[in-house]
């Protein structure tokens, strides 16, 4: 079936390290990609997407490459912030499904 | 209200008994979802809403659970004769329409089961 392969966590960078966190997904056509990060005491929410390879999704400073020769979908940022310090996720949607499916999540510390 | 709302945050229960979790969308949102969370992994899809018919329930994991959303808003996630095993952080969401346009899904902080 589908499913998203995470790195193993957790993460801990000094603030304006470089950030990769990666990401690998497994389906039988040709998914939507998105990351979705939690910050402490909220719900789960958005960071950016990408709906076709070689899209480039991006926000917050954050960006993601949908790369379909190699299945992968890895979150960078150049310069993290404390602020940064969060659970992300990655997921995939196929057009025929009402759901998105999530990887395990990896915790991102950032340390002053 | 601004986002969606889930009720109760925290719920502790004994194996066996019956629990229900609330769960009030962003206004005007028609797809609802509940996802579950348990230890140490991303969420799972248990079942989703358009208006007030479950679209898609193959997530739920046996028939213990049910969900229901009677007047196309608050959605209740039912589960009876609660197991250990149903211990995790229940998740819920709405979108605008079915959020494939955009992708995005709006979550409530989720609430949190324990069966003791």
């Known amino acids: 079936g589908d499913s998203v392969t995470q790195m193993e966590g957790p993460v801990t960078l000094s603030e304006e390290a470089f950030l990769t966190i990666n990401c690998t997904y497994t389906a039988t056509g040709y998914p939507s990609l998105f990351w979705y990060v939690q910050y402490p005491g909220e719900g789960l929410q958005l960071l950016l997407k990408?709906?076709?390879?070689?899209d480039k999704g991006s926000n917050k400073g954050f960006e993601a490459t949908y790369r379909k020769e190699t299945t992968s979908f890895h979150l960078e940022k150049g310069s993290v912030q404390v602020s940064d310090s969060a659970v992300y996720f990655c997921a995939l949607h196929l057009g025929a499904n009402s759901k998105l499916t999530f990887g395990k999540g990896i915790t991102l510390s950032v340390r002053p | 209200g601004a986002g969606v709302s889930q009720t109760p945050s925290n719920k502790v229960t004994e194996k066996g008994k019956y629990v229900e979790l609330r769960c009030d969308p962003i206004?005007?949102?028609?797809?609802l979802y509940w996802y579950r969370q348990s230890l140490g992994q991303g969420p799972e899809f248990l079942i989703y809403?358009?208006?007030?018919?479950?679209?898609?329930d193959s997530g739920l994991p046996n028939d213990r659970f049910f969900a229901v959303r009677p007047e196309g808003s608050v959605s209740t996630l039912k589960i009876q004769r609660t197991e250990r095993g149903d211990s995790a952080v229940y998740l819920c969401a709405s979108s605008l329409k079915g959020g494939w346009d955009t992708g995005e899904l709006f979550f409530g902080e989720g609430s949190r089961l324990t069966v003791l």
């Open positions: 809403f358009q208006g007030t018919g479950a679209a898609d």
């Open positions: 206004s005007g949102h028609t797809a």
């Open positions: 990408a709906t076709k390879a070689d």
